[in-house]
Structure formats: C-alpha cells, structure tokens
C-alpha cells in the first residue's frame, strides 16, 4: 500500500495568522481527502482532492497527482481551526480498499 | 445534507464482554467501511463491505471482529470478547463507489475497555 507522509506534525499559530499542511504520498493516488479531527474526535471532511485546487472559505487545497503531494492551506486561523488534520489516499493501481492516513497535523490556534 | 450516523457516541465495556456498534450509512452509499483510532494515534483502515459481504480486511481485523448489515440500514461492527487493547475511537465511513470515490465518515464511536 501506499505511504502517507504529513508535515509538520505540531503547528502553533497566533489566531490571523496563516498556515500551509503537507502531504506527501508514495505513489500515484486516485483518492486523496483532507479531514479535520475536532477535539470531541469527529473527523469533518474537508475536501475531496485527487487533483488540482479548491477552495471553501478560508480553506483551500492544492494536491499535484503528478508530484505526489497535497497542501492544505488555512487562511486568517481561528481559534475554532484548532485539532488535528489528516489526509488520506487510496493507491490508484490497487490493494487496500480502505483510505491510508497519515499520522497528521497537530495544529494549536492561539487567541 | 445526509451524514452518517453511529451509536453510541461512547461505550464502556469490560473486558471479555462483547460490544456491537452502530452506523447508518448515507443511504445511495453502496461500500461501507469500518476504522480505528487508538488514542494518539492515526485512523487504521479494519474492513471494506460491499455487496453483503466482506470485500476486504486489514490483519487488524481477527477473528474476534465481525461486521453485517443485518437490514440493509443499519451496519454493524461486532467485538466479541473485548480486550484492553479494543479501546479506541471506532469511525464508520460509505462512499459511492470504491476507492476513488470520497467516503464520508461518521462521528465515531470511543470503546474504552476497562
């Protein structure tokens, strides 16, 4: 199966300010998505995004098939932002059915 | 908008016991999938289900877990005889279609053994 690497894994922001999440994955992925863990454990999908860019709100993602990475970007943070993001692909030539995480972002908005 | 529902939202369970938990999946969803969260951890993909039957499993999946869809709403996963290592946050997800199709999660259920 696929590698799903995520950097940083801590981010500590000042609530305004912005941040850019990567992740790299190891193979070509038809399935990438970005979710965000609340701090109850909800996983909230954030964004479909095998390839290309998107954007809802403050959020937008840009994930380059071609290059194997997947940013996430967060713009003018709140305090609300705050948890940790995954992001998960399934492997295009493939094995598992299931998505494959990375271990995540731990980000802390600070008032 | 249509979410996924699963209960309960937390169970308590000793160890030996058995514990079922719950999903009702998106209902034009046709794959249904089960995961685990240990605390601290990264979500861990257990077992695909298409078509009333197993489609796929992770080598966490042993012989203790089973899941059905026993009405064709509600999809479960079955633990037969918890142990202390069972304890984590359990997440169900559907999709449309199969891996390159987005799945859409459930709140999660939290099992703590004790």
């Known amino acids: 199966g696929i590698q799903v690497e995520q950097s940083p894994p801590d981010l500590i922001l000042q609530e305004g300010a912005n941040s850019t999440l990567r992740c790299n994955f190891s193979?070509?992925?038809?399935?990438l998505q970005w979710f965000h863990q609340n701090p109850w454990g909800q996983l909230i999908n954030l964004f479909y995004?095998?390839?290309g860019t998107k954007q809802n709100g403050r959020l937008s993602a840009t994930t380059v098939a071609t290059e194997r990475y997947s940013l996430l970007y967060i713009s003018s943070s709140q305090t609300t932002d705050s948890g940790v993001y995954f992001c998960?692909?399934?492997?295009?030539?493939?094995?598992?059915?299931?998505?494959?995480f990375g271990k995540g972002t731990h980000l802390i908005i600070q008032p | 908008e249509p979410e996924v529902t699963q209960t309960p939202s937390h169970q308590v369970t000793q160890m030996g016991q058995e514990v079922i938990l719950r999903c009702v999946p998106i209902?034009?969803?046709?794959?249904f999938y089960w995961y685990r969260q240990i605390l601290g951890q990264k979500v861990e993909f257990l077992v695909s289900?298409?078509?009333?039957?197993?489609?796929?499993k992770s080598e966490i999946f042993d012989d203790q877990f089973s899941v059905e869809r026993p009405d064709g709403s509600n999809f479960t996963l079955k633990i037969r005889s918890t142990k202390l290592e069972d304890s984590a946050m359990y997440f169900c997800?559907?999709?449309?279609?199969?891996?390159?199709?987005?799945?859409?999660f459930g709140q999660g259920t939290r099992l703590t053994v004790v």
């Open positions: 998960a692909g399934a492997y295009s030539g493939g094995g598992a059915d299931g998505l494959t």
């Open positions: 193979d070509s992925v038809n399935n």
């Open positions: 995004i095998p390839s």
């Open positions: 209902s034009n969803h046709l794959y």
């Open positions: 289900f298409y078509n009333n039957e197993i489609s796929e």
């Open positions: 997800a559907g999709s449309m279609g199969r891996r390159d199709t987005e799945a859409f």
